[in-house]
């Protein structure tokens, strides 16, 4: 039996087209965890100029997270910080938060969508920029947040020599949290 829609032109599209399409759609969604993990695994071997690279550098945020006692959410989080890094070369926080927004709490999507202005507090000012870009946040009430998970986090996970728990370790966590959107964050907000 034909599983695919039959139009050429979306405009013409049948109850039965989109009922294919909406069968289809449930098994692809529930496979977005191991997409996950495909696209980290291109950060390895990216080193990018730094001592680590880019896998070991998740890998190592969201185990410091996890041996931190924080919670799965926050440690996908951790683990996806700069899953951006390969596509959003000028903006990688944004592909992190657009990933996750549908999964996660509204704190954790900020946090991970505004971690790079606050993790440049650590080297803006030796690419000649301000440093303090943060602090136009200083009153909002997620600033502590944000900078509590580069200082714990983010900023100290480049040392080679640190144990990190392996890829495999975050995979059920994966799926649990990116099994299913949370209600109140399935979005038509684009
Ligand atoms: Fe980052
Ligand atoms: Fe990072």
New binding site residues.
């Given amino acids: 039996m034909n599983k695919r829609a039959t139009f050429t032109d979306m405009a013409e599209g049948t109850q039965e087209d989109w009922s294919r399409i909406a069968d289809e759609f449930l098994p692809f969604a529930a496979k977005l965890p191991l997409r996950v993990l495909d696209h980290l695994r291109l950060l390895d071997g990216d080193y990018g100029g730094f001592i680590v690279d880019r896998l070991t550098h998740s890998m190592q945020t969201a185990t410091r997270a996890h041996h931190d006692g924080r919670d799965e959410e926050y440690v996908v989080c951790a683990l996806l ?2 899953i951006g ?1 390969t596509l959003g070369s000028y903006n ?2 944004d592909i ?1 938060a657009a990933i996750l927004k549908p999964f996660v709490s509204p704190e954790n999507h900020w946090m991970v969508a505004h ?2 202005i606050f ?1 440049g507090y650590y080297f803006f000012h030796y690419l000649g920029m301000d440093r303090n870009g943060r602090d136009r946040f200083k009153d909002n009430p997620l600033y502590e947040r944000t900078a509590e998970f580069c200082a714990k986090y ?1 900023a100290p996970a480049f040392d080679p020599e640190y144990r990190s728990l392996p890829l495999e370790f975050f995979e059920p966590m994966l799926h649990r949290i990116l099994g299913a959107p949370r209600r109140e964050r399935v979005p038509t907000d684009g």
Avoid: E, S
């Fill in positions: 910080h700069d890094d990688h926080p992190a971690h790079g993790q983010d």
